[in-house]
Structure formats: structure tokens, C-alpha cells
């Protein structure tokens, strides 16, 4: 056989079909949540590529093919929507359900997934890779912001100037504009509990 016609035969295997559409959807997923990685996008899109090349070889059913659709979507609605696992649950399910039938045609032929050795080794990647991506995003939700002009509150600095009604503070390497409730003397340490525009407003900080 010419090497297109080795590929054609290595594709027309519906086990290799299924394991080229999970790491597709795997590659591309990991480049969508890390822009820039480049190799997970790269491996993904040659594998969309092989994985479409291989769906135009086999017969394949339609309802399978959006059983598996839309488990990737219920995945995927997992992360912005909190269903306590529900969501992704049903996501699993439909790509068992759609990688059992897709290519379920006795009509046209005996092509089948291999369900124990192929389909539930793959669905099981993407529920781990999938877990994972899902606890972290929820991690990252609850936490405090870690940047911006917020960061600030709470943080403690000197005073670089007398502070009332008006005067500067020296925090994190910067001298902002200040003012205090409390007149606080130059040098003492003190306690920003708010941001106005450029301005920060501070207290005295409770020595411990």
C-alpha cells in the first residue's frame, strides 16, 4: 500500500477514531484555558484533522455523533454552571451512550467501538482531565482577588508625610496620596482600608 492508503487504513478503525476525537478534544481544550502553550493546540487540531478524516472513511450514526456532542458541551457548561456534578455526570454518560453507538450500523456494517478496552479507558482521561480543570476553576472563583487596586486593603505602610484631611504614604515600593479620619504623624505605620481613585484612605496600624 502507498503511505495515503496506509493512513486511510489505520484511520478506517473505529477505536482509532474515538482515541483521536478524545485527544482532540483534550489538546484543544488545554490550549483554549492556556493560551500560548502551542503544542497542546498543535496536537489537537492534527488530531480534529485525522479524527474527521476518519469519520468520512467509517459509517457512522448521527444520533451517536451528537450523543458526543453534547456530552463535550455538558462538560464544558460544567465549569460556568454549578450543578454539583450533575452536569458532568450527563456529560460522561452521553459519550458512553454516543461512543457506543456511532458507529453502531448493522445496516451498512459491523464496525463497533470496544467499550471496556477503547471507550471507557477514553471517557475516563477526559472525566480526570476534566475533574481536575473543574476543582481548580472553582478554587480560583473562591478566592480573594490578588491583583489590582483591592490588593490593597489591608496592607500596611508608613507615612511619609503628616495625614489628615491630605498627605502621602509609602506601601509596596509606591507613595500614594492619603488621608485619615485620625491625624497620624510622619513615620508612623499605618493600615489602608480603602481606595479612592488615586487616593487611599489609611487608619494607625494596631501594633501586635
Not at 42 to 50: D, K, P, R, S
Not at 136 to 142: D, G, P, Q, T, V
Not at 157 to 169: E, I, L, M, P, Q
Amino acid at each position: 500500500m502507498t503511505p495515503v492508503q496506509r493512513l486511510f487504513n489505520f484511520l478506517s478503525e473505529p477505536n482509532i477514531a474515538v482515541i483521536l476525537g478524545a485527544l482532540a478534544f483534550l489538546g484543544l481544550y488545554i490550549e483554549f484555558n492556556n493560551p500560548g502553550m502551542i503544542v497542546p493546540g498543535a496536537i489537537g487540531v492534527v488530531c480534529l484533522v485525522l479524527a474527521a478524516l476518519a469519520f468520512q472513511i467509517l459509517p457512522f450514526s448521527w444520533i451517536g455523533l451528537i450523543l458526543i456532542a453534547t456530552g463535550i458541551g455538558l462538560l464544558i457548561a460544567e465549569i460556568f454552571v454549578t450543578s454539583f456534578g450533575l452536569l458532568f455526570t450527563a456529560g460522561l454518560l452521553c459519550l458512553l451512550a454516543g461512543g457506543a453507538m456511532v458507529f453502531d450500523r448493522p445496516d451498512v456494517s459491523t464496525l463497533n467501538v470496544s467499550f471496556w478496552t477503547v471507550l471507557v479507558p477514553a471517557v475516563a482521561g477526559i472525566a480526570v482531565f476534566g475533574g481536575i480543570a473543574v476543582f481548580a476553576l472553582s478554587r480560583s472563583l473562591w478566592t480573594a482577588q490578588t491583583a489590582g487596586v483591592d490588593e490593597l486593603i489591608g496592607l500596611v505602610g508608613k507615612a511619609s508625610t503628616a495625614v489628615g484631611d491630605s498627605g502621602k504614604v509609602f506601601v509596596r515600593g509606591e507613595y500614594w496620596n492619603a488621608t485619615s479620619e485620625e491625624p497620624i504623624a510622619p513615620g508612623e505605620a499605618v493600615e489602608i482600608t480603602g481606595v479612592r481613585g488615586l487616593s487611599i484612605q489609611v487608619r494607625r496600624a494596631h501594633k501586635s
